[in-house]
Structures are given as C-alpha cells and as structure tokens.
C-alpha cells in the first residue's frame, strides 16, 4: 500500500500570497493532521479532520485553515503569509479505529515565504 | 497541556554500541500514548516504538527497547547494536488518550535529539 502522500515537495511564496498544500492518506485511514516543523524543532499540531468534520485545533492564528474532502484527502490552506510561516508541514493519517492510533507521517512539504 | 523535554539536542555514539536517548513529559492524564518518531535527513518521519501508558511491560522493537517511568515520566529509548542508518534526529511524543471518538488525537513532540553515529 501506498504511505502517506504530500505535494508540492518545495514551494516557494511571498509574504502576502496565499498557499494551498495537500495530502493523501494512507487507503483505508480516515483521519488527517497537519503538523508544522520549524527548522531545529519538533513539529507542532496545527489541525486534525477525521470523518471530513475539524476535531481538534493546535495554537496557530485564523490566517490557518483546512478540510477534508469525501475521498479523506486534505488541504492545509495559509493566508497572507509571513516570514514565520517559512516551514516543513507535515500531514500524518490515522486509521481511528479500535486502537489504530499511530500516526503516519508523510515526506512533508517544504515552504518558503520569501 | 502536556509538554514533552528532550534534554539531550545531541548525542554521538559508536557503531555497534549502544545508546540511550532520554524523554521526559509532563501530564495530568492517566491514559495516553507514547511514541519515539526518527527523522533522517530526507525528512521523512518513521515510527520507532510506541508504548501505551496502562501496559507495565516495556515495548520492544528488534534493536529499539525503552524504559518507561510512568511515575517519574520518562520514556527513554535505547538502542542497542547501533548501525550508521540509526542516525537521524529522534523525537519523543505524547498523545492524550481522552478522545471517544470525537475529540482530537494530535501528537505534542520535543524538540528532538540528534543522534550520530560514529563508524
């Protein structure tokens, strides 16, 4: 089976612009977090979806977003970026069933707000 | 909220020998999950070994054992026999078992141990 599948690899922004990345979970796995990396620290939780509806939110502003489509993919939206923003986010799924509640992670997309 | 401390930013090691990364984490809860995560430079983030607070027995994943304190709150990992493909970062993370179905599950992680593997 397939892992867990992010895209763009790298992307490239400004500070203003909009960005939209994406993931496909592992087949099978209905629930998604988004996780942010900071160069040097461990990466922090932005957002969880399971079943398409939002069910848990880390610390990050409004300007975050995301949703779940019925095929269980995500999208992780940022508005008007900052240098901050500048990144590796990481998308993991889990299965959510009966105790499969490990989190696979996938190779991350790398974001650089210029 | 839970907080999960990588005391060691970096630890070097030699091959074949063994080596002990340490976790600590600070929680209210009884139940929760415990994780070791390792990052190679590729960025990919690989499950180690994971470790359910209720069970006393410690995991085991072929080379990779920890030593869970759940009254001390450590959770060390301990890899033994090391190979030069153990060398990547090392994160510890804490899951909150307090979802039913409805809550979030996301992962509170620590800032990580860089392993080095010296040949």
């Known amino acids: 089976d397939a892992g867990v599948t992010q895209s763009p690899t790298h992307l490239i922004k400004t500070r203003g612009q909009h960005v939209t990345l994406r993931c496909s979970p592992i087949?099978?796995?209905?629930?998604v977090s988004w996780y942010q990396q900071v160069l040097g620290q461990g990466p922090q939780f932005i957002f969880q979806?399971?079943?398409?509806?939002?069910?848990g939110r880390g610390n990050f502003p409004d300007r975050f977003s995301a949703r779940q489509f019925p095929n269980y993919s995500s999208e992780l939206n940022v508005n008007a970026l900052l240098l901050g923003d500048s990144a590796l986010y990481l998308c993991?799924?889990?299965?959510?069933?009966?105790?499969?509640?490990?989190?696979?992670f996938g190779p991350g997309t790398r974001l650089t707000v210029l | 909220a839970q907080t999960v401390t990588q005391s060691q930013p970096e630890m070097s090691v030699q091959e074949a020998e063994t080596v002990t990364l340490s976790c600590t984490y600070d929680t209210s809860e009884s139940d929760y999950y415990l994780f070791w995560y390792k990052q190679p430079p590729s960025r990919q983030m690989i499950l180690v070994i994971r470790?359910?607070?209720?069970?006393?027995q410690n995991a085991t994943e072929n080379r990779f054992s920890v030593n869970f304190q759940k009254a001390a709150k450590s959770f060390s990992l301990k890899i033994s026999d090391s190979q030069l493909g153990d060398a990547a970062m090392y994160f510890c993370?804490?899951?909150?078992?307090?979802?039913?179905?409805?809550?979030?599950?996301?992962?509170?992680f620590g800032k990580g141990t860089h392993l080095i593997i010296q040949p």
């Open positions: 993370a804490y899951r909150s078992l307090l979802y039913s179905g409805g809550g979030a599950d996301g992962l509170t």
């Open positions: 087949s099978g796995h209905k629930s």
């Open positions: 993991a799924s889990t299965h959510r069933d009966r105790g499969q509640d490990t989190q696979y």
């Open positions: 979806y399971y079943e398409k509806e939002e069910r």
């Open positions: 470790q359910e607070a209720y069970k006393q």
